[in-house]
């Protein structure tokens, strides 16, 4: 099936694109269109107008900042997977780049797409609650911010108010030193380019990396497709803060994940064995990233 008639719109600025997005008439965004084309083209939306966002370069960026690492939400998910400064400074989220689906989708899709869409089984929205991240908004009255672990609602459904944009993301540098925090992400996928049957997001930050047992000083996990949000799983965190990492608190954290988890059932996953994989991925993604920052290995398992 064709997509139904629009009108198409190519603003240059983020301030252009809000301004047409509050006078036009159902208007949508589209960044790189890996989403919207599918829903377009199944006619399940039939926007009006489309306001196309591609040609917003100051939206296209990786910065570190003094404070935080902060990434345009026209970056493709390619740019984010080759990007070195965010392999060294926040390298969750071009891992989780990298397992997006296939080239053709990574080289268009962007991580504004991705949020905008609000899958919960998709990659960044996980990275990006479990670092605790922020997601700049700009409608027409202005900018805002709002903490991403208050921003998904549920597939499709967001914080952002009607002609808000996504301008941007960024993640707090603070509790993040490279030189002992390890990451990981790690999807489950039943085929090379599908979405993930569950993904899990961890960062581990140890007190001291050469310590013959270092203690895990700060812990994040959050999984994909494992409920209808993001999912935040504070318990696994704290099971495995506050002492070296070991098989009775992976086990924990493991457990927590695996309580926390409330999936769909899915044609090839019954809700038993997401339960199961959500357990086995954040406990794997904690013992990664613990691994990681150790300087003892940690290849995704
Ligand atoms: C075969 C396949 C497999 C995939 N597998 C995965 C996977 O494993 N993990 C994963 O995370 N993703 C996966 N995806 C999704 C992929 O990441 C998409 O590229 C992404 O979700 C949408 O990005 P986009 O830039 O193409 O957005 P678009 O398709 O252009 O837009 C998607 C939605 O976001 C809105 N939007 C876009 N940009 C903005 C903005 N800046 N501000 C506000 N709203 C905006 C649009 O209005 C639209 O509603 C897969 C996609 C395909 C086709």
């Known amino acids: 099936m064709k997509p139904a008639q629009f009108q198409y719109h190519r603003p240059t600025s983020p301030a252009e694109a809000v301004e047409l997005a509050a006078e036009l008439e159902e208007a949508e965004f589209m960044a790189g269109n890996q989403s919207l084309g599918i829903v377009m083209s199944n006619r399940l939306a039939t926007p009006a107008n489309i306001v196309d966002l591609s040609r917003i370069d100051e939206l296209d960026f990786v910065a570190v900042e003094d404070d935080a690492v902060r990434v345009g939400a026209l970056t493709t998910h390619r740019s984010i997977s080759q990007s070195t400064r965010l392999a060294e400074h926040v390298p969750m989220l071009p891992e989780a780049a990298a397992q997006i689906a296939g080239p053709s989708v990574r080289n268009r899709g962007t991580i504004g797409g991705s949020l905008g869409e609000a899958d919960p089984a998709g990659n960044y929205p996980a990275a990006l609650v479990a670092l605790d991240g922020d997601i700049t908004l700009r409608g027409p009255d202005g900018t805002r911010t709002v903490d991403a672990r208050e921003f998904f609602i549920a597939y499709m459904f967001t914080d952002m108010a009607e002609a808000e944009l996504i301008e941007s ?38 007190d001291d990396p050469d310590a013959d047992a270092p203690v895990v000083e700060d812990a994040r996990l959050a999984l994909a497709n494992a409920a209808d949000v993001p999912l935040h799983v504070p318990d696994a965190e704290a099971a495995v803060e506050g002492e070296p990492l070991s098989d009775a608190t992976l086990d924990e954290a493991g457990d927590a994940a695996r309580e926390a988890a409330e999936p769909s059932e899915e044609m090839h996953a019954d809700r038993e064995f997401k339960l199961d994989v959500a357990g086995e991925y954040g406990r794997r993604a904690l013992e990664t990233a613990y691994d990681r920052a150790c300087g003892t290995g940690g290849e995704p398992a």
Do not use: H, N
Not at 182 to 202: C, H, N, V, Y
């Open 169 to 206: 993301v960024s993640v707090p540098r603070g509790p993040f030193p490279p030189e002992r925090t390890g990451m990981a992400f790690d999807e489950l996928k039943r085929a090379a380019q599908t979405w993930p049957t569950i993904s899990a997001g961890a960062s581990v930050r140890v």
